[in-house]
């Protein structure tokens, strides 16, 4: 007899931050049969993927796309944008503000790492200030969305101080792009990343780097190398002259990117960042009214993931595995958050029936492991997603 489980890991609710469950119609693609990728038809989808992602990420620009992870679009905006000896400003308030400042160094800058504690939001005026000790400072790198702590970075409010500095603005939307506004020109930033597997509703495999229209002016002058296979000067040239990608591009990803971006247009992205804002109000509604306390500083909040500390005496283990076991896999803390809090994502397709699962399931473990709710969850949810 073989084994069965009714929640095995392929009828799992994904509410991980990243990667995301997918639309049936975009997980069908990837089994569309592969075709050339230097063919007119195949850089017709690629034009077509850009021009939406321009939207996604609010600029005329150029935005690149990596076969790879959103590590990837990361370092190459780093490698591309800043020499050895440079100096970065890294503002760090959690394990990917941090990654943006170990990549920096790994590139040989000479990195200021101001570091906020996980969980406080980065604010204006410490940029002020900082920036004001480092007027030599040739980029700032910043988190958009904090996927580690649950917080969302005032990000217009900052780029406008950094502004007034003549230092770049390299930013890590890759959970925010897609999921929550990102006005890239309007705001005044000069690059910014993102990846395929979280609010753009695809697998895990495409890196995304925005540029500005000033930037492109500053490619097109380059000389200097700083990366082979990640240097965005190359792929400019290439874009620029056919409209094709340097090196082979996992074709069947940029098909799923495709149908992923028609629906997020058909959806429209003032709607899709309003589902987004309100199934978050929903989660952290449902979270607070189970008893619970979010991570995230006070007005600051993610709409794109829910970090919450665990009650007193409660064990992270216990409780995640106990979820699975109910078919919902949710994340729990990094670093030295590990233990102490657990994070829900609600990325890309996440609506009422998986916010109110999710609350469901909860509430049902908090039963099993003998802990009891302040009061319902769903109930909490259905009001936050009831109000006007
Ligand atoms: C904010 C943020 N930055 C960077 C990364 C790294 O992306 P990837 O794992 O796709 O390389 C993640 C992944 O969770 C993230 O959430």
């Known amino acids: ?167 770049y603005l390299i930013v890590d939307g890759i959970t925010s792009v897609g999921g929550d506004y990102v006005k890239m020109d309007e705001w005044g930033v000069d690059v910014m990343v993102s990846g395929s597997q979280k609010c753009l509703g695809i697998p895990p495999g495409l890196g995304f780097v925005a540029i500005s229209t000033e930037l492109e002016s500053v490619l097109e002058k380059m000389e200097k190398k700083n990366s082979y296979y990640l240097d965005l000067k190359t792929y400019y040239k290439y874009w620029k002259k056919k409209g094709d990608l340097p090196f082979t591009g996992s074709v069947t990803l940029f098909y799923a990117l495709y149908e992923s971006l028609k629906m997020i247009f058909a959806e429209g992205l003032e709607a899709r960042i309003q589902r987004h804002r309100k199934m978050a109000r929903a989660m952290r509604k449902g979270f607070t009214d189970l008893g619970f306390e979010l991570f995230a500083e006070k007005g600051y909040e993610s709409n794109t993931l829910t970090a919450v500390k665990y009650l007193p005496g409660m064990s992270d283990n216990e409780f995640r595995t106990r979820m699975q076991k109910h078919g919902v896999l949710i994340a729990g803390g990094q670093a030295h958050l590990a233990g102490k809090i657990f994070r829900v994502a609600h990325m890309n397709m996440t609506g009422e029936r998986e916010v109110l699962t999710v609350l469901a399931v909860a509430e049902l473990v908090m039963h099993e492991m003998g802990v009891k709710p302040k009061g319902s969850g769903v109930k909490g949810a259905i009001s936050e997603i009831l109000r006007e």
């Open 1 to 167: 007899m073989s084994h069965f489980e009714l929640y095995d890991d392929e009828n799992t609710l994904l509410m991980i931050p990243g990667p995301v469950f997918l639309h049936p119609k975009v997980q069908r693609i990837l089994s569309r049969p592969i075709f050339g990728h230097r063919t007119n038809h195949f850089r017709g989808i690629l034009a077509e993927c850009e021009e939406m992602l321009k939207g996604v990420f609010g600029t005329n620009g150029t935005v690149f796309m990596l076969t790879g992870s959103g590590t990837s679009a990361m370092d190459a905006a780093v490698r591309t944008f800043i020499s050895p000896k440079e100096k970065v400003v890294s503002f760090i308030g959690g394990k990917f503000g941090e990654r943006f400042a170990d990549i920096a160094q790994s590139a040989g800058a000479n990195v200021i790492r101001v570091n906020v504690e996980w969980g406080k939001a980065i604010k204006p005026d410490l940029v002020k200030k900082v920036l004001e000790e480092h007027p030599d400072a040739k980029a700032v790198t910043i988190t958009h969305n904090e996927t580690s702590t649950g917080v969302l970075h005032p990000l217009p409010e900052i780029a406008k101080v950094v502004k007034k500095y003549d230092a």
